[in-house]
């Protein structure tokens, strides 16, 4: 199954490709702000949102689907914990 690149864990496949999304969306964009309203891709929005919650429940100790590798895969393509009103 390895030679045909079977996914065995389809939770992280799919968490690895909308990171790709978001990586993406920074080299278009120049940060990794996803507008809550994006129609090119909602998906993407639903998921930035879900990521922040998760770190919020990691850091409070609580059951959360966030890692410390996740939390640096997602520092190292520039993405922010907290959003800033301006």
């Not at 969306?25 to 507008?35: I, Y």
Request: with cysteine.
């Amino acid at each position: 199954l390895n030679s045909i690149n079977f996914i065995w864990d389809s939770h992280e496949a799919a968490w690895q490709e909308k990171l790709n999304d978001l990586n993406r969306f920074r080299n278009e964009h120049g940060n990794c702000l996803v507008p809550s309203n994006y129609k090119h891709n909602p998906q993407l929005a639903t998921w930035v949102k879900c990521q922040r919650r998760q770190y919020k429940l990691f850091w409070e100790g609580r059951p959360s689907a966030m890692t410390s590798v996740r939390i640096l895969q997602l520092e190292r393509v520039g993405f922010e914990w907290e959003i800033r009103s301006s």
